[in-house]
């Protein structure tokens, strides 16, 4: 009896020892199997030299995205994580060896920007989840809108443009991902053509290629792109961005709560020399100065209070950057869509600021949603006129159209833009009569009471100092105050646009001041 339960036991220990041998075989067949999604499968194709980084299959990817391996539905969401190597992961920057510098720098010129980095990098690298916390507990609603994302391009390094379109097929909700349609603005090189069309025509997501008949610009190509749409919601990128984890839910669900929501993401830098990803501030938001330039400045301390301190919150911002934005279709259609008499590129998008503000409409930018940009020195292209002529062009259809009395203060300040013949402004009058939009004033009153012009004025003039000035210890405090200080309606003020010229050779310094 004794030796019965002894032998009993065995068998007991046998069994169980087997048992938990056959689970981890179990398990470790599951985990390589899930291994064919691009989340733990760091290797992958190779593409031809020169046309960008190693390829993960995408329609794996996409399919896992979906439906989720088998592991991956068994284990809690999470406990599962699989590390990627390579150059550029996790959004590390590629630092090229010393040998191959020359060639760094050669291929630099192509685009204005490290060409070679960029195609060590794989096309759907990982990157890290820059959100607050605040954002990362968020939730949104199943049902948000479709989106046809619009990606203008003109001789883009195939790298850069693929990473985009992988990254947004990968980091979007394949329920309101409709389609990505690539405006092509006549490019010059040839991996973009039909080559091009082949490898898009097998992604996940339905993707196609328009062309431009000759070069038209940014503005024309996204009215293209625009105009063959299908989904709810416009949203347009430039070509060379990387979208991050949760980038696209935040921005639909708020225009699915007020379709007249013009919303933008936090765009991150993808930096043009290493590819190193850097998270910018979500406490900037966008202005413009005397020029009309757009610039970001820290945001004022009357929209934190708005927004109760909850930086998870939408930051109400006075212009955007215009490269990447959201807008419901037919709102965009409603509001105006983009001047079709503006040229190339640059003042469009602080027309449509000024548009969307005056007219009942918001421009936001959603804090849990980033987009990484790589921000370039200078632009590989030339543009049809000069870019001086373009922007003047534009921005004097700006000023006339929206900025009211405050448009001889800007042609004042920028005499090259009056020159220019903005051309028929009669639709873009009408338009603004229909819409019933406010004037400009109450622009600078109610949305931009920080911006640097002037509500009131009496003149506008030059001063300048006639005979070059040397630099003494005896008057440089007077000059420093003459830099800093100007008279509007006899009150002192500091906010005023100095035009500052030294000659470091002769120690002489010529100061204009426009007050």
């Known amino acids: 009896m004794f030796r019965r339960t002894i032998r009993w036991q065995h068998c007991k220990i046998i069994i169980a020892t087997s048992l938990v041998w056959f689970l981890i075989d179990v398990i470790l067949i599951m985990y390589y199997t899930d291994c064919s999604s691009s989340s733990c499968k760091p290797g992958g194709e190779r593409p031809e030299p020169g046309v960008g980084g190693r390829v993960v299959e995408l329609g794996a990817a996409k399919k896992s995205e979906k439906s989720g391996g088998f592991l991956e539905k068994l284990l809690p969401s999470g406990l599962l994580r699989y590390s990627a190597t390579g150059p550029g992961e996790n959004g590390i920057a590629v630092i090229i060896p010393d040998s191959k510098k020359d060639e760094m720098k050669d291929l630099f010129k192509v685009n204005q920007f490290n060409l070679m980095a960029s195609n060590m990098i794989a096309l759907n690298r990982t990157l890290k989840d820059h959100r607050i916390e605040g954002c990362k507990k968020k939730e949104y609603p199943h049902d948000l809108p479709t989106v046809s994302v619009i990606i203008v391009f003109h001789s883009e390094a195939t790298s850069t443009l693929m990473r985009t379109i992988h990254s947004v097929i990968n980091r979007s909700p394949h329920s309101s991902l409709k389609e990505i349609i690539l405006v092509d603005d006549y490019s010059e090189k040839e991996h973009l053509g039909k080559k091009l069309e082949r490898t898009v025509a097998e992604l996940p997501t339905s993707t196609r290629v328009l062309r431009m008949p000759k070069r038209s610009g940014l503005i024309r190509a996204r009215l293209t792109g625009a105009d063959e749409a299908l989904g709810d919601v416009l949203l347009f990128l ?278």
């Open 238 to 515: 430039d070509a060379h961005c990387e979208v991050t984890t949760g980038w696209m839910e935040p921005l639909l669900a708020r225009i699915k709560e007020d379709r007249k929501a013009v919303v933008c993401p936090i765009i991150d830098v993808i930096s043009d020399e290493t590819f190193e990803y850097v998270p910018a501030s979500d406490m900037t938001w966008g202005g413009f100065n005397w020029k009309l330039n757009f610039r970001w400045y820290p945001v004022a301390k009357r929209e934190n209070a708005r927004r109760h301190n909850d930086r998870t919150m939408p930051l109400r911002s006075p212009t955007m950057a215009g490269g990447l934005f959201a807008i419901e279709k037919n709102y965009f259609n409603e509001i105006g869509r983009y001047d079709p008499g503006m040229d190339i590129w640059g003042g469009e998008n602080l027309e449509m600021s000024f548009r969307v503000w005056m007219c009942g409409g918001s421009i936001e930018i959603i804090t849990c949603s980033r987009v990484g940009h790589v921000f370039r020195k200078t632009t590989p292209y030339t543009f049809p006129g000069g870019t001086g002529n373009i922007i003047n062009h534009n921005n004097a259809r700006l000023a006339a159209v929206w900025m009211d009395e405050w448009k001889d203060f800007y042609f004042k300040v920028n005499p090259g833009a009056r020159r220019m013949d903005a051309g028929d402004l009669t639709e873009r009058k009408e338009l603004r009569t229909k819409l019933q939009c406010k004037s400009f004033r109450w622009y600078l009153e109610n949305i931009y009471p920080e911006s640097m012009m002037p509500l009131d004025y009496y003149s506008l003039g030059e001063v300048s100092q006639s005979s070059p000035l040397v630099l003494r210890p005896s008057n440089l405090q007077a000059y420093s105050c003459l830099l800093r200080c100007g008279l509007f309606n006899d009150v002192l003020v500091a906010s005023l646009l100095w035009l500052l010229v030294v000659d470091l050779s002769i120690g002489a310094l010529n100061v204009s001041v426009f007050s």
